[in-house]
């Protein structure tokens, strides 16, 4: 049988979004006692650093009954030169599943391709799939149907962006984009929006009217050496006060964080009464809970 592995949002369509949100969300109000993941190993390979992809797996299989085995590079013959195909034949012979966070979204295809178990998207330079599953969770929560909003995703054309523009698309709101010069989203994943994706010239014109209003840091790891000219880039698109009254009166904002205040947001805004980045942290757990057992076939 072949592996149900998690690469993009693709991999589960609008049906298996909106199943995988409900699920999570029922999990996370009636806080179930089952343990149906007893004897089961998710391996997480981390090529990337992050507190909020390992701390919501590893807790969430250990809420399920099961185990994760943290694989930093230094715990893995990867990092010393072993050829990924390798180590997807080992891994998927030993555990039940595999978490991989890494640089390279063509390495992530590659390894998927020879495991005999499902691979999921912790976050690759192309894609982060599962925070959008906690995005939407949190949009769903608060205000309902995202199915015909607006969303305004205002800084770098990065992973989370290239994730809402898939969202878009299979779950049918409309995503308005503003980013600077040299920094718009990959003109493929862009393509593939069509209709349901509208580049906008300024921050500003893509919160007009918007539910929603989304942004990430303006240096993701790896950006570093470019940190002081992406500082002076990104200048007009810091997400602040002025910027949110352009959206609705009841917009929520949102970010995936690690967030730098006074950078690419004002800690007004995401200490604010429309900020919901604590909600959306908290449901990285409970959407890859749900995201789990829809993969392993275990029903939520």
Request: hydrophobic share 45%.
């Amino acid at each position: 049988m072949t592996a149900r592995h998690f690469l993009s949002l693709d991999d589960l369509g609008r049906s298996g979004i909106l199943s995988v949100i409900e699920s999570a969300i029922a999990r996370k109000q009636r806080a179930p006692a089952d343990r149906p993941f007893v004897g089961k190993t998710l391996a997480m390979v981390f090529e990337k650093a992050s507190t909020r992809t390992r701390v919501s797996f590893e807790a969430g299989m250990t809420r399920l009954g099961g185990h994760a085995i943290f694989l930093s590079p230094g715990d893995t013959q990867i990092g010393r030169g072993e050829p990924v195909a390798d180590t997807a034949r080992v891994l998927s012979g030993m555990c039940d599943a595999i978490m991989i966070r890494n640089h390279s979204h063509a390495v992530l295809e590659e390894f998927a391709a020879y495991s005999r178990v499902p691979v999921i998207n912790g976050l690759t330079d192309r894609l982060h799939p599962c925070q959008l599953l906690a995005d939407l969770q949190t949009y769903v929560e608060h205000r309902g149907d995202i199915t015909g909003r607006t969303v305004a995703w205002i800084g770098d054309g990065n992973n989370m962006c290239h994730s809402y523009i898939n969202a878009a698309r299979l779950l049918g709101f409309t995503l308005k984009i503003a980013t600077p010069a040299g920094y718009a989203p990959d003109a493929d994943i862009l393509a593939r929006g069509g209709d349901h994706v509208v580049v906008c010239d300024s921050a500003h014109q893509a919160a007009d009217n918007a539910d929603l209003v989304v942004t990430d840091v303006w240096a993701s790891m790896g950006d570093e050496q470019s940190r002081e000219k992406r500082l002076a880039d990104f200048a007009a698109h810091q997400v602040n006060d002025a910027l949110m009254r352009q959206a609705k009166a009841d917009a929520l904002f949102m970010h995936c964080l690690p967030a730098h205040r006074g950078e690419e947001v004002s800690a007004s805004v995401i200490d604010g009464t429309q900020s919901v980045v604590w909600d959306e942290a908290e449901n990285r757990l409970h959407a890859q809970m749900a995201l789990l057992l829809k993969r392993l076939g275990i029903a939520s």
